[in-house]
């Protein structure tokens, strides 16, 4: 029997998790503010993995909690009390890329054993090695082609879930393993401090005395300089089912660090997505064009269809087609729903919903804008203000109001 296809989400912090729970994640993955590699995220305080647990159980969703830093002996300090905490949360996985840390995870705990992209799991008998020490799921790197998956796969058997990224930020080192970061600022990525310099500018200058270089390597470069590291963003939403027919149960959105409507647009599109596949059923939008309303660069599908593609070489600033502008914090009552301000809107601005309902993508033009104290306004400006506005759509908190950025 096939295992369920899992819907993983990222979660930096409260509301971002709960955005992807309302917005269709069947799991997600957040840090403590320790051990995991996003240490510049908000992050979960002991007692706030404990309430994001109970939250998620309560929606029948999983939680998964990164411990996937590369330790150093300082870092053990206090790390088998923090597993026993999780235990006791009852979090239903951790995430480890250290071989160390795992054996303190099965030799102290009950906790099901995920083995990080960190680890670089990027053949059979490296992965049949780390079901031996008890791994349940595979987060394998992400320099694998499906073929190569489907490899591992068949020789875990279906026992052992096989976890893939399939969208999200691609990193210039090997699934993460970069030490530019340490070299220029000391600050250690494989700790979950990394600067980002692969999406910073560079310059490369030639000094005549050095032999030169045969050949050409082209760089394209902007206004702001070269980007020689800054790789494409991942994009998988086409090729789901292909993805699901190499044998991949969990498909993991990266972002911890992305905002909550980065995380809301995501989550609801690939929800939709996999939804259409599992029932059979022919999409009602254009996923790519769904996925470009929140931030990204350039896509990719990586290495899945091979390693040749180009996937560097771009501008390091990302854009997005659509701007947040509004979250429903009171449901449509009267024609009236509450908005919470995020950015800029005004009477006469056309603004598309988004929603896990069947209200996801419906236009309002927007006609009346009250203020708290129910006075009609032209400008909705004052970020995080409550106002309400007219529609006869039946929106409900947690949906979101965008407006096209494109001309």
């Not at 494989?190 to 000094?207: D, V």
């Amino acid at each position: 029997m096939k295992p369920k296809i899992e819907l993983l989400a990222p979660a930096g912090d409260k509301e971002r998790l709960s955005a992807a729970v309302y917005y269709g994640a069947d799991a997600v993955y957040f840090a403590g503010k320790r051990y995991g590699l996003r240490a510049f995220g908000n992050n979960f305080e002991l007692d706030e993995i404990k309430e994001a647990v109970e939250f998620c159980h309560s929606h029948n969703v999983k939680t998964y909690i990164t411990v996937n830093i590369l330790a150093h002996n300082q870092d053990l300090v206090g790390l088998v009390d923090y597993l026993k905490y999780l235990e006791s949360c009852k979090v239903d996985g951790v995430i480890v890329a250290d071989l160390g840390i795992a054996m303190l995870v099965k030799e102290n705990t009950n906790l099901e054993l995920h083995i990080s992209t960190q680890a670089n799991v990027t053949n059979v008998e490296s992965a049949k090695m780390w079901v031996k020490l008890g791994a349940k799921r595979l987060v394998l790197a992400r320099e694998l082609s499906i073929n190569e998956i489907k490899e591992i796969r068949n020789a875990v058997g279906e026992d052992v879930d096989i976890e893939c990224f399939c969208h999200g930020a691609m990193c210039i080192s090997y699934s993460g393993r970069c030490l530019l970061s340490n070299y220029f600022v000391g600050r250690d990525s494989n700790k979950g401090a990394c600067a980002q310099p692969c999406r910073w500018g560079y310059t490369l200058h030639s000094n005549y005395e050095q032999t030169p270089v045969e050949g050409e390597f082209p760089i394209e470069e902007d206004e702001r300089g070269t980007y020689i590291l800054n790789s494409k963003d991942m994009c998988l939403i086409e090729h789901l089912k292909e993805l699901i027919d190499a044998g991949i149960s969990s498909f993991k959105i990266e972002g911890r660090m992305k905002s909550t409507y980065y995380v809301a647009t995501v989550v609801n599109a690939y929800r939709r997505a996999l939804d259409s596949i599992i029932n059979n059923k022919i999409l009602d939008f254009d996923p790519i064009n769904e996925v470009k309303k929140s931030s990204h660069r350039e896509f990719t599908t990586g290495f899945y269809f091979g390693s040749d593609q180009k996937t560097n070489n771009i501008s390091s600033t990302p854009v997005q087609d659509s701007v947040f502008v509004g979250l429903v914090v009171k449901e449509t009552t009267n024609n009236l729903v509450g908005v919470e301000i995020r950015n800029k809107f005004v009477k006469g601005d056309k603004l598309e919903v988004l929603s896990p309902s069947d209200t996801f993508n419906k236009v309002i033009s927007i006609s009346e804008i009250y203020d708290k104290d129910n006075k009609l306004i032209e400008v909705a400006n004052n970020v995080q203000d409550v106002v309400y506005i007219k529609t006869v759509l039946k929106l409900k908190v947690g949906d979101m109001l965008r407006k096209s950025n494109l001309k």
